[in-house]
Structures are given as C-alpha cells and as structure tokens.
C-alpha cells in the first residue's frame, strides 16, 4: 500500500496546454502563499515500530508532541515563502514574464472566490505547504502550487511537488546530528528541500 501511495504521488503532472502557457501574454499574475504549515511531521522507523506495538492515538500524539518541541525549541519557520520566491524568479527567468506580482503577506484562504475578492482579474499562482517536517532525521517538504484564472474560475494547472528528503539515501543520522547548532543543518536541509521542490514545480509548468 505504501509503495502504491508513493507512485501515485510521483507521478508527473500534465504540462500546461500551449494557450494556457502563454502566461506573458496575461494581463497580470498574481503569486501568493497561503498561511505557514503549522503541524511539524515527525516520521521516523521507531514510530512506525511503536505503532504496530501501541495504541496509535497514543504514537500519534507523541510524534506531534515530539514535532511541536523541535518547531518551537529551534524556531522553524515553513519555508513557503522561500519557495513561492524561488518558483517566481524560476519562471520570470524561464519564461520571460515581467507581469507577475508576488505578494508578500500570506493569505488564509485558498477558495477561489476568495482569491477573486482579492485580485478580481488575471492569474493567480497560489502555493501552499502539504508537509514539511523530518524523515528519520532527515528534513522533507512538500508543496502544491496551481494556477488559476479568475475571469472563469478555472484551474488552469496544479502539482504537488514530490516529497522531497535531502540525502535520503545518505548513511543514518542521529537526531543529535541533525539538530546541532541551534538546528543549523535542520533550516539548511529545509530550504534545500523547498528550493528543490519550486525547481520541480518550474519544470512541471513548462512541461520539462
């Protein structure tokens, strides 16, 4: 079941049809994140051990404890906006746009009528964060980014990003390790992910 789950979320998202990508030709494109990711996710092979072993609401619980400590004992911060930055100068560079706007504030809400309220025409490129936590003490990230075009409500495209672990194949690491330093190689790791999964979303736009 898991190696089924893993395939279906790799899989490569249709390019965009050839009007659609014809985003410089767009009155205006809209480029906003949504709120950060609160939920840190903590997944490891001793919790998934312990939840053959224990009750699951109780391992659970513990690997959300366990996420909330490292959140506030390190001072994480979601890197949405890093990589909603990243995807916006990929695809000005990439495509030549000089019409897109990114906005700076998060927005709560990503109903489409609330983007409509918000901006009223053009394209919006909203991105939000799926899951961003750690992998056997290894950082991951992951994250959705869609196009969609106001004048019709229509979706024009949408992709979440594999989830993505640096050095994942790497030799195991302690949480000690990962951790030193304030954290260091933690926010490093992070925004290596997020910079990995705006480059992956880039491509996917452009159908490379």
Not at 115 to 120: A, G, I, S, T, Y
Not at 152 to 160: F, K, N, Q, R, Y
Not at 171 to 177: G, L, V
Request: with cysteine; net charge neutral; hydrophobic share 45%.
């Amino acid at each position: 079941m898991l190696a089924l789950l893993a395939a279906c979320a790799a899989q490569r998202p249709a390019p965009m049809k050839e009007d659609e990508l014809s985003l410089s030709l767009q009155p205006q494109i809209h480029a906003v994140h949504h709120e950060p990711q609160r939920a840190f996710s903590v997944q490891s092979t001793g919790y998934i051990v312990a939840a053959v072993l224990l009750p699951t609401p109780l391992v659970f619980l513990a690997a959300t404890a366990d996420g909330d400590e490292l959140k506030r004992e390190f001072a994480l911060e979601d890197p949405v906006s890093r990589m909603k930055q990243r995807l916006v100068s990929s695809l000005e560079s990439r495509l030549k746009l000089t019409n897109m706007t990114a906005v700076s504030a998060p927005l709560r809400d990503d109903d489409i009528e609330t983007l409509k309220r918000d901006f009223e025409s053009g394209l919006v490129l909203d991105v939000r964060t799926v899951k961003w936590g750690i992998d056997n003490n290894r950082a991951r990230y992951s994250a959705r980014a869609r196009l969609v075009r106001l004048a019709d409500s229509s979706v024009l495209w949408e992709a979440t990003c594999h989830d993505l672990v640096p050095g994942k194949a790497g030799p195991t690491r302690t949480r000690a390790a990962l951790v030193a330093n304030q954290g260091e190689l933690l926010k490093s790791e992070l925004r290596e992910a997020a910079d990995a999964c705006a480059d992956q979303l880039a491509g996917w736009v452009i159908g490379k």
